[in-house]
């Protein structure tokens, strides 16, 4: 290039970029060429104190800063920039597989947590924290109190996390399981390292409060075929939580023969029996049979009123 002898006189920028042990090299990482009055001050910019990698920022305490200086005409003068290792960023992002139905009340949802280090130095005692799932063992971490520890992570280097949540009575009434992981650990330099997270979203069923009754007979007539006046028939009632909410406040009734029970709180796929006697009257011997039915009903935490349930027997 040809320069006037007094108004484009060259010089330099250099860039210097510490290295993982914290150190800076000899030679520049990178440099640009600039042009400028001879005998005139210059001095870096703003835009020369941005790092252009990941992972540093400028070291303004650097002693080997060189700021602004005179041009010199023989093109001799070099500015120099240093930016030191700051905080290790870490990145973190959380998948689910393919969601292709609603998740239902204890069903595991599996999660992967992938987490990568992408800045430039070696990140050291990284934790991956999920406290909405349990973290499954792996071979590139260990699980010390719920949490996955990887000794190591080099830079640009990738482990995958696994975890899973069950789906609980909370998330279906929310209607969706939220959760989210982070990942955090420690670095060489003086600030701390930023943390990485992600967060998934994964739809449950809808809320189902709901009831059964299934009414026996557990006698038998005295003749083998039909009841007499004033003999006993005995009843088992099973009531059964077949929705996936808990009903509470269940109330048990026996029509025929005037019982009635409470359950204070039945979980889904929960049972309670109870026991029933009736003697046999005139009436039941006149109408030819004795018909007996059985009801169940409760509250529950959603919007919508219990499906109660129901059964009868004919005797």
Do not use: M
């Not at 030191?84 to 973190?92: F, H, M, R, V």
């Not at 929705?243 to 109330?251: A, P, S, W």
């Amino acid at each position: 290039a040809k320069f006037s002898p007094r108004t484009d006189t060259p010089y330099k920028v250099e860039y210097y970029y510490q290295t993982g042990n914290e150190t800076y090299p000899s030679e520049a990482t990178s440099e640009v060429l600039r042009v400028a009055t001879t005998d005139t001050e210059v001095a870096v910019t703003e835009e020369d104190k941005r790092p252009a990698h990941e992972g540093y920022t400028f070291d303004e305490s650097a002693a080997e800063n060189v700021l602004k200086g005179i041009v010199a005409g023989d093109g001799s003068l070099v500015l120099k920039v240093y930016f030191k290792l700051t905080n290790g960023p870490i990145d973190s992002e959380k998948t689910t597989p393919e969601v292709t139905s609603n998740y239902k009340l204890g069903e595991k949802i599996p999660f992967e947590i992938s987490v990568k280090n992408v800045s430039v130095t070696a990140i050291e005692n990284v934790t991956v924290n999920d406290p909405n799932a349990t973290i499954v063992e792996g071979s590139e971490y260990s699980v010390v109190d719920g949490e996955a520890v990887i000794a190591t992570l080099e830079s640009e280097e990738t482990v995958t996390v696994k975890a899973e949540h069950t789906v609980t009575e909370e998330d279906i009434l929310a209607g969706s399981v939220k959760n989210e992981a982070t990942a955090d650990g420690d670095n060489k330099s003086d600030d701390p390292t930023d943390p990485g997270n992600d967060e998934v979203e994964d739809p449950t069923e809808d809320p189902d409060p709901s009831l059964s009754v299934e009414k026996t007979t557990t006698s038998t007539p005295a003749n083998g075929e039909s009841y007499a006046l004033g003999e006993e028939i005995t009843y088992e009632i099973v009531v059964t939580n077949d929705g996936n909410l808990t009903i509470t406040n269940v109330e048990v009734k026996d029509e025929l023969t005037g019982d009635s029970w409470t359950i204070e709180s039945l979980a889904p796929e929960a049972s309670e029996t109870f026991e029933a006697t009736y003697t046999v009257t005139e009436e039941d011997v006149l109408a030819g049979s004795v018909k007996n039915a059985a009801t169940a009903d409760g509250d529950n935490e959603s919007d919508d009123p219990t499906d109660p349930g129901n059964d009868d027997v004919e005797d």
